[in-house]
Structure formats: structure tokens, C-alpha cells
């Protein structure tokens, strides 16, 4: 079996769909894609993807069998300049966690509470 990366797929879980998608374009800058589900079950917006390129996609999804909150896992989208996105955040309704912050090598990272109540960050380079 060929090596893989660890994470393969994301679900970021919310309560109100459309209100969530709204947040994540302001912030993100992008345009998420209405998915079906296979189970039936959830509806899902899709995060712009490329599966030739680095990295996992994901999508925004409100599910009967879970829920948005804080847990143990935080996912981190890759941008140009985490303090851009960071400036976008309020207006769209989320709350900055953390500002801008040095993780040295590795780059910036943002902490982000968004309108559903999940924690999420920004990374980026510069």
C-alpha cells in the first residue's frame, strides 16, 4: 500500500447551512459548492478543491448524527496572509480567538470561532 497524507476528507459541522457558507466565503475569500450526500442524511457545501494538489478537501455540513463546538480538532486553512482573512472575520460574524501569531518556521496562525461556534485557524507564510 502507498504512503497517504493522514487527513483525507474534513466535515466542518453546522447548525444553519446557509449562514455558515456566508461566513466561510467572507473570510476564505472563495466560493463553496452546493455536494450531495450518499447517505441522504446531510446537507453539504463543499470548500473549493483539487484533489491533484496538497492537501485535504472538505466541506461545511449540517447533519442529523452531529454538531458544531470546540473540540479537540482544529482545522487550518492554508492562505496567502493570515492577517487579511483575519480582518474579514468580524464583519462576516465570527470572533478572532487569537490574532496573528508566530509558530517560527511554520509560518502565522489566526484562531478563528466561527458563527456556528467551531474553532478553526489560518496559516499562512507570511
Avoid at 480582518?87 to 487569537?98: F, I, M, P, T
Wanted: net charge negative; with cysteine.
Amino acid at each position: 500500500m502507498s504512503k497517504m497524507n493522514a487527513v483525507g476528507w474534513f466535515d466542518i459541522y453546522v447548525n444553519d447551512l446557509e449562514r455558515a457558507t456566508a461566513f466561510y466565503e467572507a473570510v476564505l475569500d472563495t466560493k463553496l459548492e452546493q455536494m450531495g450526500d450518499p447517505t441522504g442524511e446531510s446537507q453539504m457545501m463543499s470548500f473549493p478543491a483539487d484533489v491533484a494538489a496538497y492537501g485535504a478537501g472538505g466541506a461545511l455540513t449540517k447533519a442529523p448524527h452531529a454538531g458544531p463546538g470546540v473540540g479537540g480538532t482544529v482545522v487550518y486553512f492554508s492562505v496567502e496572509d493570515c492577517a487579511i482573512n483575519e480582518a474579514r472575520v468580524v464583519e462576516a460574524g465570527g470572533v478572532v480567538a487569537r490574532s496573528k501569531f508566530s509558530i517560527g518556521d511554520f509560518g502565522w496562525i489566526v484562531l478563528i470561532m466561527d458563527t456556528e461556534g467551531n474553532m478553526f485557524g489560518l496559516n499562512s507564510l507570511k
